[in-house]
């Protein structure tokens, strides 16, 4: 049952989804390590390490870019790239895509069943197992890291979230100077965290982060999934131009006609705040307040977390190649951060370009935002959403495509809006679909009301006045219907049916 992770426990509904959804399990076993490979029916595969999902390996067939990302985004800041340590392996996503980045690179891991596991991701973690310049090692990362006086140009942490305890110390001020000490100069450490820190937690983790790096950008996977990317002196990413074949190709979805430099340049965040006193003490080795922080609220309570809101993102500022963004390159950033959260847009985003976010609908954004939907089938805003911002901004064409492409869940709503485009874009819709649409909602208030209008482009106002007798008995008529009604009912009296 622990293969379906421990969340799907929490309700009947929950398992019974789960349940449904499980297409196969494998276990695997080594010594004391044991993990399943789990794989559902909508094409996902992930890891799942005593009840704990992991992470996922694939989704809809398609590597997990954010776990790439993850491993990607450092290469950009040392002043070389030769060594790289991985703490924690998971998949071998992140590891897979730092080894084709850095000269040599170790991966750490506890866990030998992992370990075991690689190779059936081969085709996600760009053969981790057995490439070149890669070596595995069995060990607790803490300890290794202490042992070895090795230094490298970046160290990736990945192991699991400090929600977990027996990786809290991984997150504690003792680590995170550690960390630093085994740094070349220019080097940099990077981790993973979301929004399960808590408020309380995440005051805590940034009050230990700003005690032991000099400067932090983050990178954004989702609005509640960020990395770190930490060092001793002043963050200054650089572009690498010629990325490996394998991670174009891995990120070809998401870069689009683009780069990948273009892509990170527009997910990696400068905080306008990080160096100040965020809490009255950091999590450490002798007192983990962030695990005791964390332990104070339950892993299924919903609530609103966005680290814009702590530590104000430069929003209008490029990192990569340094310059401030006019309103249209801004529109372009907060479209690829939509698209590779897939679910969320960052809330300043939001409302910045969009009515839902508390804005106004911004024209170009949405330009773009429908091209992205036509090129990758996702839409980084609410179909219904996009196609009224569409529609409000006077975008008529480009609404009527996205509609008439639309195959599924056409609902009522949406196929009256694509009637009535047609019939402002072309002057004319077909009959046939005018029928179907009746034959589902002859009573629909909409429908009646989009037919007075065809009827009368069509100069029959007879059956344009039968429509609105019709519309009366379902609701109150408007003031400018009550007068189209008078007008109608004074011209020649003709038979109609409505």
């Not at 307040?289 to 209008?316: C, K, M, N, P, S």
Request: proline residues 5%; charged residues 25%; aromatic residues 8%.
């Amino acid at each position: 049952m622990l293969v379906l992770g421990h969340a799907s426990l929490l309700s009947p509904q929950r398992l019974a989804q789960a349940e449904a959804e499980l297409l196969s399990a494998e276990t695997i076993k080594r010594l004391d390590g044991e993990l399943a490979i789990v794989r559902t029916r909508s094409g996902a595969e992930y890891v799942n390490i005593g009840g704990y999902t992991s992470v996922s390996v694939a989704q809809h067939g398609l590597t997990n870019h954010r776990e790439l990302i993850v491993g990607m985004a450092p290469a950009l800041y040392p002043r070389e790239r030769r060594r790289a340590l991985v703490l924690g392996t998971g998949t071998g996503v992140t590891a897979g895509a730092a080894a084709l980045l850095f000269d040599r690179t170790t991966v750490v891991e506890l866990s030998p069943a992992v370990f075991a596991a690689l190779p059936r991701f081969a085709a996600h973690n760009f053969a981790l197992a057995h490439r070149p310049g890669v070596t595995l090692l069995l060990d607790d990362g803490l300890l290794a890291l202490a042992r070895s006086p090795e230094r490298y140009d970046a160290i990736i942490s990945t192991v699991t979230s400090p929600l977990y305890f027996s990786s809290a110390k991984l997150y504690a001020l003792d680590f995170f100077t550690l960390a630093r000490s085994r740094l070349e100069p220019g080097g940099v450490f990077a981790f993973w965290f979301d929004a399960r820190l808590s408020d309380e937690g995440t005051a805590i983790m940034l009050e230990t982060m700003a005690e032991s790096f000099a400067d932090c950008h983050f990178v954004f996977l989702s609005e509640s999934y960020y990395e770190a990317i930490c060092a001793e002196g002043r963050l200054s990413p650089r572009a690498l131009g010629a990325w490996p074949p394998e991670l174009r190709g891995a990120l070809a979805r998401w870069t689009g006609e683009g780069t990948i430099d273009e892509l990170l340049g527009a997910l990696i965040l400068r905080p306008r705040r990080f160096r100040q006193r965020w809490s009255d003490e950091a999590s450490s080795f002798d007192r983990l307040t962030l695990e005791h922080a964390i332990a104070h609220e339950a892993l299924t309570e919903e609530r609103r977390w966005d680290l814009d809101d702590w530590v104000g993102f430069a929003l209008d500022e490029q990192v990569l190649a340094p310059r401030t963004l006019g309103r249209t390159d801004l529109a372009r950033r907060c479209l690829a951060l939509a698209s590779v959260a897939e679910q969320g847009m960052l809330p300043s985003c939001a409302a910045l370009f969009t009515a839902a976010g508390g804005g106004g609908w911004d024209r170009d954004f949405l330009a773009l935002a429908a091209a992205e939907l036509l090129r990758t089938k996702r839409s980084v805003v609410p179909f219904v959403e996009l196609v009224r911002g569409l529609v409000a901004t006077g975008q008529h064409e480009r609404a009527l495509e996205l509609l008439e492409r639309r195959t599924k869940d056409r609902t009522l709503e949406l196929e009256l809006v694509r009637l009535e485009l047609a019939l402002k874009v072309r002057g004319s819709v077909p009959e046939r679909d005018v029928q179907g649409l009746f034959s589902r909602a002859p009573l629909s208030p909409a429908l009646r009301r989009f037919l007075v209008s065809l009827t009368l482009r069509r100069g029959e106002p007879a059956q344009a006045l039968a429509h609105l007798e019709v519309l009366a008995s379902l609701r109150p008529l408007t003031r400018a219907e009550r007068r189209l009604r008078e007008k109608l009912s004074a011209g020649p009296a003709q038979e109609a049916q409505p």
